[in-house]
DNA sequence: CCCTCTGGTTCATTATTGTCAACAGTAGTT
DNA sequence: AACTACTGTTGACAATAATGAACCAGAGGG
């Protein structure tokens, strides 16, 4: 993890919609590197477009050459806009908050969010990256990717995010197991204080999970009825969101969603 | 210009909508940077999520990280959302192709695209990087912009695109300045052949140029009245576009587009 | 007027990087 | 089957580029 390019892209992290700007003795203490090797390192990303510093504060901020890029890709494989839609008929359908994340890197990034309508809800921070471990989204995402990825994951470094966090292998594997069972992942409390999270993997044209929509809900507000019925909706979402963007589900994930429906309380689509 | 990071950032000016997947020794050979280096720069973006590797065909392409990235922008400066309406309007005003760009490092990025419904039209690759000095929105840009930018561009190297193109930097001078009185940038055939670019350049809340709108046409359809048409249309859109997004125009400007518009031929804004 | 922030710059040391070669896998041809 | 030509991938060494402490200059604040 010592490779220069590396550490110039862990500055992007920092950047998020609470702070959409960032001085540079600040973007140095946060990363840890150096004053100097950040100012370098920000020229040269500047130069190419992906930040730009603003000559009255001097702040640094996210370019426009990253519009540029967002456009290329959504062009060539549209993902965002025809999942938009079916994330705000799932905050609609569940009263709750809805988000969707795809694979980027070792963690996954936050590509849509329709926020619920209550006044208590779950607000997530638009941009953040998520950890796998920690989130119902990674759960569903490991259940159901590559194994070469979920072994990096239960290898790597495993965060406690909060005090429910599975930080050992052995039993994050399990709950990984489970998902595979269920065909949907679940958390508690093991990413953020007080909310659950129910979370549906969507995959490519080759049967892989890519990302999950999930629906985050305060915690306390979780009752088995509701449980029921965002399990339904959010595995409906991420089987519409597979077929319209070209993915394909796995052998044998159709019967064990139907398994998993039919298992389910009652009121489910 | 040899440093590492702007080496590997080089490589993501590669995909377009066209090409918007790539493989490892294609990209190699492009950059001419060697294999291995290339191979590893991917590794490291790939794992920044800014760039994936699909696991069947092995090609790379444009990464979720950037879908993030772009979020953020978006939602802390809503720049592309406010615009496209109004290259809309545009586009429908003048029945010829619209888009705008924004400053991004050394070279302009094209964030919104509307293309005319004419058969014959000019048509953009989604996407592309476009050259300050051979383009009208270039013109426009710098004759608005820092004085360091557009040094920093008569210095710099001035590619021939076309026959028409302006490489000597005090022809190129003379045209900026010519922008600098009438208040757009006007270009025939500098950047490709047959097209004929009209640019107006909007600006950031301290009064200075962050990018342009423009009309590009087929030369040979330009006249006198469709000229006078195209320039008054962008003047204004460029005005809505700079009060849209919390911009101020810069100190005399606005008499400088009254005189230009009093002396079009006539029908305008 | 001093103290402490900020962003920016310099330069010798050292570690990262580029290079080149070889390796493995696939597809097409002979 | 063997040969070719092309992928993506990995290792080792020489050379280059990154590093980080110290240093400037300016802006507030007390």
């Known amino acids: ?25 600040d973007l140095a203490r946060r990363s840890g590197i150096d004053k100097a090797t950040v100012h370098r390192m920000l020229s040269v990303m500047a130069d190419a477009g992906l930040v730009e510093q603003r000559h009255d504060t001097k702040l640094y901020r996210l370019g426009a050459g990253i519009l540029r890029l967002a456009r290329i890709r959504e062009k060539a494989f549209p993902f965002a806009t025809v999942l938009q839609p079916e994330l705000d ?6 009263g709750e908050t809805a988000h969707a994340s795809l694979i980027s890197g070792r963690a996954l990034a936050t590509v849509g969010i329709c926020e619920s309508s209550k006044a208590n809800r779950v ?5 953040e990256v998520l950890p ?33 966090t599975l930080t050992d292998p052995g039993r994050l594997n399990a709950l990984i197991e489970t998902a595979r069972q269920t ?28 990302g999950a929509v999930a629906v985050a809900t305060p915690s306390h507000r979780m009752t088995e009825a ?7 909706a959010v595995l409906r979402a991420a089987q519409v969101i597979t077929s319209g963007t070209g993915g394909k589900q796995p052998a044998g994930y159709p019967e064990t969603v139907r398994k998993t429906l039919s298992s389910l309380p009652e009121g489910s689509a």
Request: charged share 20%; net charge negative.
């Open 123 to 127: 607000s997530l921070v638009v941009g």
């Open 183 to 210: 065909g949907f992942g679940e958390t508690d409390q093991t990413n953020e204080i007080d909310v659950y999270g129910i979370a549906a993997p969507y995959f490519d044209k080759t049967g892989l999970a890519c």
């Open 226 to 232: 509701l449980r029921g019925k965002i399990v339904g």
């Open 89 to 94: 008929l799932l905050a609609q359908e569940t």
């Open 132 to 164: 796998f471990h920690a989130t119902a989204s990674g759960i569903a995402t490991l259940a159901f990717g590559t194994e070469e990825l979920s072994a990096r994951v239960l290898a790597g470094p495993l965060d406690g995010k909060t005090s429910f």
């Open 1 to 25: 993890m010592s490779s220069t390019v590396a550490k110039a892209l862990t500055l992007l992290d920092h950047f998020s919609e609470n702070e959409p700007e960032l001085g540079l003795s």
